[in-house]
């Protein structure tokens, strides 16, 4: 059964006056996990707000397992990049058949 892991990520942009300097933040995260991880990663949340940031980062893998150990990297990583800016994380789980 095939497992599909989603990582929401909860960011605090305190340094950011405009909707731009968020975007270079959320944009530069996405790209780094994207490359480094090879999964989808998405801005779904709070995108008119200027200090506040919800991405979302998504795997899909035929073993939960390997699925859980890819998310929490993407999450070790997500806190490396991020700093303080990382308030809070959670994952969610689909199991398809």
Do not use: C, Y
Not at 31 to 50: F, K, P, S, T, Y
Request: glycine share 8%.
């Amino acid at each position: 059964m095939a497992a599909i892991g989603v990582l929401m990520l909860e960011l605090q942009i305190d340094h950011a006056h405009s909707l731009k300097d968020k975007r270079n933040v959320v944009r530069g995260l996405k790209d780094r996990l994207r490359q480094r991880h090879n999964i989808a990663v998405a801005e779904v949340g709070r995108q008119d707000v200027w200090q506040h940031a919800l991405v979302a980062a998504v795997t899909v893998s035929p073993e939960r397992v390997f699925a859980e150990r890819v998310l929490q990297a993407v999450e070790d990583d997500a806190a490396g990049i991020l700093g303080g800016m990382l308030v809070a994380s959670s994952t969610e789980w689909i199991d398809a058949g």
